[in-house]
């Protein structure tokens, strides 16, 4: 079993900035592919960011290419999502997930361990 548990989130203005932090425990992540994911109220969950498990190849979605950075720290069993310049459009549940399936980092289906999810709120 592996738990993740996301913090970080919150209330904030556009154009200002959050870190979200997914914590692991149980079995390792450090092999495995990490990704942030997302849900905005009535829409679909969406893919955000996925590191490699070394960190050093990450893959973003068009909509937050340029503002977010995801970063991991095998050490503390922790992958973070820096998010700057949000936008409103950026409102909803992040959930933190482990790539159990390999293959394409943008595909939910692929994730096997999902955390709780933390609310992110982004005012005009």
């Known amino acids: 079993q592996v738990q993740l548990v996301e913090s970080g989130g919150g209330l904030v203005q556009a154009g200002d900035s959050l870190r979200l932090s997914c914590a692991a425990s149980?079995?390792?992540?450090?092999?495995?592919?990490m990704g942030w994911f997302r849900q905005a109220p009535g829409k679909e969950r969406e893919f955000v960011a996925a590191?490699?498990?070394?960190?050093?190849?990450?893959y973003y979605a068009d909509s937050v290419k340029g503002r977010f950075t995801i970063s991991r720290d095998n050490t503390k069993n922790t992958v973070y999502l820096q998010m700057n310049s949000l936008k409103p459009e950026d409102t909803g549940v992040y959930y933190c997930?482990?790539?159990?399936?390999?293959?394409?980092?943008?595909?939910?289906?692929?994730?096997?361990?999902w955390g709780q999810g933390t609310q992110v709120t982004v005012s005009a």
């Open positions: 997930a482990r790539q159990g399936l390999y293959g394409a980092w943008d595909e939910s289906r692929r994730y096997d361990y």
């Open positions: 149980g079995r390792t992540f450090s092999n495995r592919v």
């Open positions: 590191i490699s498990w070394s960190g050093g190849s990450t």
